[in-house]
């Protein structure tokens, strides 16, 4: 008969591997949603990005319909994401890396309603359907404001062990940085995402998600 501790031994190693593949399970899981939802998503909202291109064209015809930019993605990888363009060409050019404040003098006024209602975002489903995103996950960060984001939040880093999102626990309930508080609030959601990812929590945030198409706190 085995010894007492052995027994809790087994018991605690099993759960751990239980909860081990559990994770995978819902990784693969997760990844298909991400395939499937985000092939779906592009489908249905296509003719609203086609409506958008020609309002930003006629807005301010000298620039690109679809704005780049390179963000710190999964385990600190690089990569660019895609947004509708809804500020004036070169609008950083002067200040730099900065938050979209109130009523910004950079946004392009006929294209406002894109970034109150996120439309603006929607590209970001080809950032998905490559693989460099998910549907739900922490947003990313240029590498200019990580950098400094780091030095002042140490467990800032750990948002690189997900795919970033489109959507997200710290997006629904924390809305726009605004200043470093309103960052550690952002990171506390996004730990909290973290650890306890599961299918209800996507499922509930993708949800929750549809609400924001109508976003008065958005800027």
């Not at 499937?36 to 000298?62: R, T």
């Amino acid at each position: 008969m085995p010894e007492p501790m052995t027994v809790v031994m087994v018991g605690a190693g099993g759960g751990s591997v239980l909860f081990g593949l559990a994770r995978r399970q819902f990784k693969l899981f997760k990844e298909l949603m991400d395939l499937i939802g985000g092939a779906i998503a592009m489908i249905v909202f296509l003719p609203v990005m086609l409506v958008c291109a020609v309002m930003i064209k006629l807005s301010d015809p000298a620039g690109p319909v679809l704005y780049r930019q390179v963000r710190v993605g999964y385990e600190g990888r690089l990569f660019t994401i895609y947004k509708l363009r809804s500020m004036y060409v070169d609008a950083e050019s002067r200040g730099g890396a900065q938050w979209a404040g109130e009523d910004d003098p950079r946004v392009i006024p006929l294209c406002r309603w894109m970034r109150k209602s996120h439309v603006d975002e929607l590209p970001q489903l080809f950032n998905i359907l490559k693989g460099e995103m998910s549907l739900v996950g922490p947003r990313p960060e240029r590498p200019e404001l990580f950098e400094d984001l780091t030095s002042y939040l140490p467990r800032y880093e750990e948002r690189l062990t997900v795919k970033p999102g489109l959507t997200g626990l710290a997006q629904i309930y924390n809305g726009y940085d605004t200043d470093m508080e309103s960052v550690r609030r952002k990171l506390e959601y996004d730990l909290q995402y973290i650890e306890n990812m599961n299918l209800g929590l996507e499922v509930k945030l993708l949800f929750a998600t549809v609400a924001k198409f109508r976003d008065e706190g958005a800027r």
